[in-house]
């Protein structure tokens, strides 16, 4: 049984993880603001619930820390810019000393936004990225990359067993119904007879990933030896153990929305709206390295975790 710290623990990934890992029998304290999460997520389930803001000193001593706290859909982090870039950046700061001070594992929760509009395709770990640091998006992407870099000079100065994975595009129950999020926006759309909001034409693609399959990847990473990811990353020159986590199967915006009207029964129709600025044309990671050295791959059909998804919205908005 591991003690088990997850810092922005009510957020949609947080309460599957917390659900997860209280299923194991770990002992699982949850730290959040609940500025985007929600405690209805995690109230009620074993895990001690701890109101905190995740740039403060963390107190505690723990086994595993996972540090999954700052707004991650854009109507979130442009709410509050500066809170959006400090909760990155002086986020990750805290989870660091806080491994350092009690020797726990961190695993640090980056994005596949650092990888910004890419210019390789598909997005490996060694892309550099092709952001924009003064867009509409840059306080989220730049803050999730001084982030990463704080991650690595903290393991460099004190050998801190720190590890970044970089999600891709997630969706599953407990999604916030406000968080803007492609998934969520489509389907309570669709759910309420609304028109579905596609921007441009629908074409730019993105790589979906149900929540479940995150934690599988999230917790086996958790467990991993440390000699043995180590040497992993050492034998591909970088510093840090570093993992996309996603689903290599590429589908457009638009093939989604006319799945989720599949799948909801809607008549809603299409209604297509600018594109927003920088936003990706093409999102899609490789998955080699978690493959080889987690042994994971996502399991669950974007149907299945569309259906899984569409039954939480209906039960949200009191639907049969």
Known sequence: ????????????????LTRRLLGEGHAVTVLDDFSTGSRANVEGLGAAIVEGDAREPLPGAYDWVFNLACPASPPHYRRD????????????????ALARRCGARLIHASTSEVYGDPLAHPQRETHWGHVNPLGPRACYDEGKRVAETFALEHRRAYGTDVRLVRIFNTYGPFMAPDDGRVVSTLILQALRGEPLTLFGDGSQTRSFQFVDDLVDALVAYARADRAAIDAFFAARGLGIPLLNLGNPEERTVRELAETILRLTGSASPLAFRPLPGDDPRRRRPDIAWARACLGWAPRVPLAEGLRRTIAYFAGVEGRP
């Open 1 to 16: 049984m591991a003690r088990v710290l997850i810092v922005g623990g009510a957020g949609f990934i947080g309460a599957s």
């Open 81 to 96: 810019p500066l809170r959006t870039l400090t909760a990155s950046v002086d986020g990750v700061r805290q989870a660091l």
